[in-house]
């Protein structure tokens, strides 16, 4: 199993949100595209995003956009402490041609994630789904 960067093991509840926008999020207004919840506690990060984005808010149709941002923010409470521990990842995504490519940070870290295949007509919540699965997937 993978260890979320800022989440120790041993916590007795998670949630992950996710929040999928429009564009890359440096102007003053931010376009959401939905939202979702997931309190599953095992798997990686990227198996409960995947579980947030399964019946996000609104329900859709969402847009095809060829750049967009998720944002993957975790609570979890430890078992002893009582104190919750936060995790905020954000992803830039842009898709080019037969590719999307996916850059992610947060507070400690950043990284470019491996590209993976898009299809030309896809929305963000299905290719943001692809991404989460891939991510996922030994």
Known sequence: MSRTPGVSPGTTSLQTDVAVYLGDCSGDSLSVVCDGSSTESRGSTWQRALLALASPTPRGPYPVAKQFTIFVHEMSGYATAGTPATNTLRIDVRCEG???????????????????PYVIGDDVVTTARRLFATTSSP
């Open 98 to 116: 037969k590719w999307a490519y996916a850059g992610m940070r947060n507070a400690e870290f950043s990284a470019d994630l491996p590209p993976i």
